[in-house]
């Protein structure tokens, strides 16, 4: 479970992710990911749509993300907001397989925004 100071729980702040910071993807997840210099702690929202199923798949995979990204909350810088998006083939996806991804997502687009 993601400590309550690291998430995000207002649309503006998936907004400003989302829309300012850099993304890169997978067949299972997107990535947006937004430096900052603020001094607040690094904060992670989720978005998991009805396209990956049923409540309990949904949940599943929110869980799933959430304990990935709990693991890797240390190593991103303060300010830092992340937006973690779910598609379709997360699904179906096995804990390795979102892991590699998002870890691989997170590395990616950190280096996006270093060269922004």
Do not use: W
């Not at 699904?91 to 280096?111: G, M």
Request: net charge positive.
């Amino acid at each position: 479970m993601l400590p309550a100071q690291h998430r995000m729980r207002h649309g503006d702040e998936f907004a400003d992710a989302i829309r300012s910071g850099a993304r890169s993807g997978t067949p299972r997840v997107v990535v947006h990911y937004r430096g900052s210099t603020r001094a607040e702690p690094a904060r992670v929202g989720f978005v998991v749509s009805k396209a990956i199923g049923g409540a309990v798949q949904r949940n599943l995979v929110k869980r799933r993300l959430r304990a990935v990204t709990a693991a890797r909350l240390e190593a991103l810088p303060p300010g830092t907001s992340v937006v973690v998006r779910a598609l379709p083939g997360a699904a179906i996806a096995s804990y390795p397989e979102l892991e590699r991804d998002v870890v691989r997502c997170l590395d990616r687009s950190a280096r996006a925004e270093v060269k922004r």
